[in-house]
C-alpha cells in the first residue's frame, strides 16, 4: 500500500524537474561519496553534523573525568568511591561497545 501522500509527493517533484530545480547541484554527475553502513547513513551524518557521539564514547569521556578526579583526591574513602565508580563505568563501557556492533 502506497503512503496516502504519495501522489502529491511525486507531482511536486515533476514540477520541480519542469522548473529546473535539480539542474547545477552541488555534485551532480559523480558519485556518491563510500558509504558503510547504508541503512543508517542519514542518522549517522546528522549524529555527527551535531557533535552526537556514541553511548561509549560518551561514558569513555566520563571515565577519563573520574581518571583525573582519582589523582587529585587525597581522601581514601573518597578514592575507593571513585574507584568503584570507575569500575561500573568500565563494564557500561563494555556494554555499550558491544551494543554497537
Known sequence: MDHPLIDLVNARIR????EGAFDNLPGAGKPLPPCDDPENALI???MKENGAAPEFVTLSRE????RAELREEGDRTRRHEIMKDMSMMEARIDIARKAAR
Open 63 to 66: 571515565l577519563a573525568r573520574l
Open 44 to 46: 549517522n551524518r546528522l
Open 15 to 18: 514540477a520541480a524537474e519542469t
